[in-house]
């Protein structure tokens, strides 16, 4: 009987292979943070912002949308591309933690900067400010071209009101020159305060940075400035 026993067990089949999980990009805990920025009228606490290096280059800046400038960041009205390097006095990044980070500015200007009024185009939703050299071994790499459709990235950052920075998984539906739509895996997902925030694939290289958010009752979307369009204006930025 014993040996009958040893016999099915020998023979069950073995049983199928459990598919890895995709292991998250590593980050460096300085490269995304929330953003503190000083105007004459006082401050204001809006989205979110990354260190980015500019490619064939070794300067490094930071990185953020322009609509944050607008009413969508609290302000009155939106600021003109060459307004927002008068307005802002200074950027202050605050990391993990709501540890401050080393100041930033001044903003720089980004020729037709402004808020999209084509929600399938973002690529004019850009602000970018001056960084130390403090933050050269978190600046992030910018891929070499877009995502594709299908393909598996985290949107990384800080929310307001968490203590830790976030990697949130997500799908793209559709890549073009002009916009990245993506789906986040998780439905329970609050992506709040994510403007501005990278979307890197499994290399840790940004392909996008968060625009807009929504939720169709079943599903949080989100839409980014792909990062084609992202490099060839920092690329401008930095040769001007």
């Not at 709501?98 to 930033?104: F, I, N």
């Not at 739509?181 to 840790?204: M, W, Y």
Request: hydrophobic residues 40%; contains cysteine; charged residues 20%.
């Amino acid at each position: 009987m014993l040996s009958a026993l040893f016999f099915l067990i020998a023979c069950e089949p073995d049983p199928p292979p459990t598919k890895k999980k995709a292991p998250e990009p590593e980050i460096h805990e300085e490269s995304v943070f929330r953003l503190e920025l000083d105007h004459a009228g006082g401050s204001f606490n809006a989205g979110s912002g990354f260190v980015a290096r500019v490619p064939e280059s070794s300067r490094i800046l930071g990185v953020t949308v322009h609509h944050l400038f607008s009413p969508a960041g609290g302000l009155e009205r939106e600021l003109f591309a060459a307004e927002v390097e008068r307005f802002v006095l200074g950027v202050h990044p605050i990391g993990m933690n709501s540890k401050a980070l080393p100041d930033g500015g001044p903003m720089l200007y980004v020729q037709g900067a402004k808020v999209t009024g084509n929600r399938q185009d973002w690529t004019s939703d850009l602000a970018v400010f001056k960084l130390p050299n403090h933050y050269q071994d978190a600046a992030l790499t910018l891929a070499s071209r877009n995502a594709s459709v299908g393909e598996t990235l985290w949107l990384v950052h800080v929310p307001h009101e968490k203590e830790e920075s976030r990697m949130e998984k997500v799908i793209v539906q559709t890549s073009n020159s002009n916009l990245l739509l993506f789906r986040f895996i998780d439905p329970r997902v609050n992506p709040a305060g994510a403007s501005g925030a990278p979307l890197v694939n499994k290399k840790g290289e940004v392909v996008g940075m968060n625009t807009a958010e929504g939720n169709d009752g079943k599903n949080w979307w989100g839409t980014a400035h792909p990062v084609e369009s992202i490099s060839i204006k920092l690329r401008a930025v930095d040769e001007g």
